[in-house]
């Protein structure tokens, strides 16, 4: 079982270039997300889906877009990117919301945009 | 607005006991988490509360207080392992996770 496997693992972008950072997970879960973490601070979410073909912001959506085309793909798109989008991102999924269902993380990608 | 409030920073000595504190102020309450996260790597879950009471998962115990939106996790026989952060996080109104800071444990020999 692989779990959620997140690429590329670190990347190094220019302020303005565009970039995806995958996500899959082989649990069948339904609930997907995506989080960025900062020093001194929790983990923000971004943005997150339910199932296929749904998807909400979160806490922190700008400059970020996703879309969840399978329930194994959940892949986070930076636009036009910006220093302050230097962080960790970590890819999360669980079986539903609601109860004691806890998350599992992907690995994580190191992005940093000079 | 919602917080979630930890210790940034506790040192504590291998073979002792640590307790470290979360204290809370969501939109609703459908439970709370404890996640260690090692230097460098993912998050991954420790413990789950969603009742007041204690929940024992061997050298790990985790406390929860609805009433006073308290938390605690206890770490029995510390191993030089055990140095991670500890997150805290809690289930809102809406089931999102809302995160602390976390807190970063130093094991001492």
């Known amino acids: 079982n692989a779990g959620v496997t997140q690429t590329p693992k670190f990347q190094v972008l220019k302020t303005g270039q565009s970039m995806t950072l995958q996500c899959a997970q082989d649990?069948?879960?339904?609930?997907m997300s995506w989080y960025r973490q900062d020093p001194g601070m929790g983990l923000r979410l971004i943005h997150y889906?339910?199932?296929?073909?749904?998807?909400d912001q979160g806490e922190v959506p700008n400059g970020y877009n996703v879309s969840r085309s399978t329930t194994e793909d959940f892949p986070l798109r930076l636009l036009s990117a910006a220093p302050s989008q230097t962080s960790v991102y970590f890819c999360?999924?669980?079986?539903?919301?609601?109860?004691?269902?806890?998350?599992?993380f992907g690995a994580g990608s190191r992005l940093t945009v000079l | 607005g919602q917080n979630i409030d930890q210790p940034t920073e506790m040192t504590a000595t291998e073979g002792a006991i640590v307790q470290i504190n979360c204290t809370y102020q969501?939109?609703?309450?459908?439970?709370l988490f404890w996640y260690q996260q090692h230097a460098g790597e993912a998050p991954t879950f420790l413990s789950y509360?969603?009742l007041d009471g204690l929940e024992e998962k061997g050298r790990f115990s985790s406390f929860l207080s609805r009433s006073k939106g308290y938390s605690y996790l206890l770490l029995k026989e510390l191993q030089m392992k055990d140095s991670a952060s500890y997150l805290c996080a809690v289930k809102d109104s809406n089931y999102q996770l809302i995160w602390g800071a976390g807190t970063k444990l130093i094991i001492k020999p």
């Open positions: 889906s339910v199932g296929a073909g749904i998807t």
């Open positions: 649990m069948n879960h339904e609930y």
């Open positions: 509360n969603v």
């Open positions: 969501t939109s609703g309450f459908n439970g």
């Open positions: 999360a999924s669980s079986g539903e919301l609601s109860g004691a269902n806890v998350l599992t």
